[in-house]
């Protein structure tokens, strides 16, 4: 009789909370209200986009390949401003190229967050260190009783590649070290996971100035390219980067993989970087030496478009070459143009030359001018249109890229 009395009123409350537990239970989700996926086969980003918001960029990410876009990045990256002081030195030795010298750029990484996908890097080779530890520019002004403005060389003295655009007189970088600027890009992607891919042209330097008492820099060779080699995967690893293995496949050249199956989709890509090296083909021929189709090797390089290791050229004449490169764009190539160059346009507020390397197709359009130098009447920049970051290429896309990329 207890155990009646106990369990009577549970058994009550029990059966109250399984009715109100049966009118709780959610109806069936009709088809037409379930969850909806982007339609990656509709016509174009547009359509995917209209017809479920938020699409366009996965639609542009499964169908466009990367060499079907076009972003701007800028050219000596790493670059920061002559001293007046310095400046004068060169100016009095030659006004002409003193003026092509009067640029700098902003950090790496404010560079990135503007929408630069092209960095630009210029590696001389020093593997025992301190070649470039007291460049002659600090010298001469100290033997005039001028004390040289400060900064710090310290890693000029570290053994590896050194960052500098002429050594002696143009010697201020951001990174003086090639490793560190791979840090700083490295740590800006690790931020940014789904970046449309980063360029990294890579411009070795072998040669100086000819001034008395000027450094005398390393020619570059196979062992300097595989130094070079050796930084950049000390940095970043295979998933990382986007190397001949990857677009070469199971084709017998890289050249066939381009202009056939071509590059690989943004979805592919996003987070990835891109190297290349920026040198003749005859001074390219090295890193090539032994690694056919560049086998093994961590970047692409200018060469010749019918070599078997073709995929890449550096086209800086987008006037004079517009034909050219719209050619190469066609075939599948990558190409990288320049927006302005020697402080020109800037000066002048000339757009003719941006405008045809927005037109030519070329994939990565670098420029000095981000942002304008605010000495310059006319405020010259150069940007994609609409502040896009990654647009459709004008030249060579596929059908129904019709929106940003970014």
């Known amino acids: 009789?207890?155990?009646?009395?106990?369990?009577?009123?549970?058994?009550?409350?029990?059966?109250?909370?399984?009715?109100?537990?049966?009118?709780?239970?959610?109806?069936?989700?009709?088809?037409?209200?379930?969850?909806?996926?982007?339609?990656?086969?509709?016509?174009?980003?547009?359509?995917?986009?209209?017809?479920?918001?938020?699409?366009?960029?996965?639609?542009?990410?499964?169908?466009?390949?990367?060499?079907?876009?076009?972003?701007?990045?800028?050219?000596?990256?790493?670059?920061?401003?002559?001293?007046?002081?310095?400046?004068?030195?060169?100016?009095?030795?030659?006004?002409?190229?003193?003026?092509?010298?009067?640029?700098?750029?902003?950090?790496?990484?404010?560079?990135?967050?503007?929408?630069?996908?092209?960095?630009?890097?210029?590696?001389?080779?020093?593997?025992?260190?301190?070649?470039?530890?007291?460049?002659?520019?600090?010298?001469?002004?100290?033997?005039?009783?001028?004390?040289?403005?400060?900064?710090?060389?310290?890693?000029?003295?570290?053994?590896?590649?050194?960052?500098?655009?002429v050594s002696d007189i143009d010697y201020r970088s951001h990174c003086l070290l090639f490793t560190d600027c791979l840090k700083q890009i490295k740590a800006w992607s690790d931020a940014h996971p789904t970046h449309t891919p980063i360029l990294m042209m890579i411009n070795p330097k072998s040669s100086g100035i000819n001034w008395p008492g000027a450094a005398k820099v390393r020619p570059w060779g196979k062992e300097a390219f595989d130094r070079m080699d050796a930084e950049i995967r000390s940095v970043f690893s295979d998933d990382q980067l986007i190397t001949p293995d990857d677009v070469r496949g199971t084709h017998a050249t890289l050249r066939e993989a381009v202009t056939t199956n071509g590059w690989p989709k943004l979805d592919e890509a996003r987070g990835k970087l891109i190297f290349t090296i920026d040198l003749s083909p005859e001074a390219n021929r090295p890193y090539a030496e032994g690694h056919p189709s560049l086998q093994g090797r961590a970047a692409f390089m200018t060469t010749f478009p019918d070599a078997p290791e073709a995929a890449y050229f550096t086209m800086n004449e987008p006037e004079k070459q517009q034909a050219e490169i719209q050619a190469l764009v066609k075939q599948g190539f990558l190409i990288r143009t320049r927006a302005d160059a020697d402080t020109r346009e800037a000066r002048t507020n000339t757009t003719t030359r941006r405008e045809a390397a927005l037109s030519s197709g070329a994939q990565y359009i670098s420029t000095d001018y981000l942002w304008p130098d605010t000495r310059f009447e006319g405020g010259y920049t150069a940007t994609l249109p609409d502040g896009a970051v990654t647009r459709c290429n004008p030249v060579a896309t596929t059908t129904g890229c019709d929106a940003k990329a970014e």
């Open 1 to 165: 009789m207890k155990r009646t009395a106990i369990w009577g009123p549970a058994f009550a409350i029990l059966a109250i909370a399984i009715v109100v537990a049966a009118s709780c239970k959610p109806e069936a989700i009709e088809p037409e209200t379930a969850a909806k996926t982007c339609d990656l086969k509709a016509a174009s980003a547009s359509a995917a986009e209209a017809a479920l918001p938020g699409c366009a960029t996965k639609w542009i990410d499964a169908n466009v390949a990367i060499n079907q876009l076009q972003s701007m990045g800028t050219h000596n990256s790493y670059k920061e401003q002559i001293p007046e002081v310095e400046m004068a030195l060169i100016k009095a030795r030659n006004a002409d190229a003193a003026l092509t010298l009067d640029y700098a750029h902003r950090s790496l990484a404010e560079q990135l967050d503007k929408g630069a996908r092209q960095i630009e890097l210029d590696p001389s080779d020093d593997p025992q260190g301190g070649l470039f530890a007291t460049p002659l520019a600090r010298k001469l002004l100290q033997e005039q009783g001028v004390t040289p403005p400060d900064y710090d060389l310290t890693a000029m003295s570290q053994p590896g590649l050194k960052v500098i655009h």
